[in-house]
């Protein structure tokens, strides 16, 4: 494709929630035209353009009208939250030389759902300063048990292979921050 791409047809889909594409219809490269809705696409540091030969109904066009383009995302510096076991606890949490800030949750728990994000955009903040973990107290309830976890989301703080601080329940961001900075 010589030229930028001037716009990315997406087709209505029925029985997709218009809540959904509140993001999208909000943003400033939003706009409408005719019966499809176009994004224009600015020049973007996560999209990387591909060739390949559209039959789809997604399609991308050039200023040339010409399709057979593909957008994809591409992560910008991807940190995971590591889940620690039995096994890994040693190694990862008490003899790190980082400080270390663990999750312990349960998939049916509401605000430990809640709080995930919060955790990965820490984790992604403070990587290099912090190490980040996660315990599934239903698949190692001996460290739960052995750290007095009585309700989740508990987040602890390690320094030196000893619990420094602990915050309870679904906190904002700036509760766990603060938390940490005291021990960076």
Request: net charge positive.
């Amino acid at each position: 494709m010589a030229g930028v791409l001037e716009a990315l047809t997406i087709p209505r889909l029925s029985g997709f929630p218009a809540a959904s594409l509140s993001p999208i219809i909000s943003s400033s490269v939003h706009q409408l035209s005719g019966r499809r809705n176009f994004i224009n696409l600015s020049k973007s540091s996560g999209l990387k353009i591909q060739s390949f030969a559209s039959s789809g109904s997604v399609s991308v066009r050039s200023k040339s009208g010409r399709r057979g383009a593909r957008i994809v995302c591409q992560a910008q510096e991807a940190v995971e939250v590591i889940p620690v076991t039995d096994a890994t606890w040693q190694s990862l949490v008490l003899e790190s030389n980082l400080p270390v800030m663990v999750e312990f949750w349960a998939p049916w728990c509401g605000p430990c759902r809640m709080i995930h994000p919060v955790i990965d955009e820490l984790a992604k903040e403070y990587t290099g300063k912090l190490s980040c973990y996660k315990v599934n107290t239903d698949e190692s309830p001996s460290i739960a048990s052995r750290y007095g976890i009585k309700s989740i989301p508990t987040v602890i703080i390690f320094k030196g292979g000893e619990r420094k601080d602990a915050v309870i329940g679904a906190v904002p961001k700036s509760t766990l921050s603060t938390c940490i900075e005291k021990f960076l």
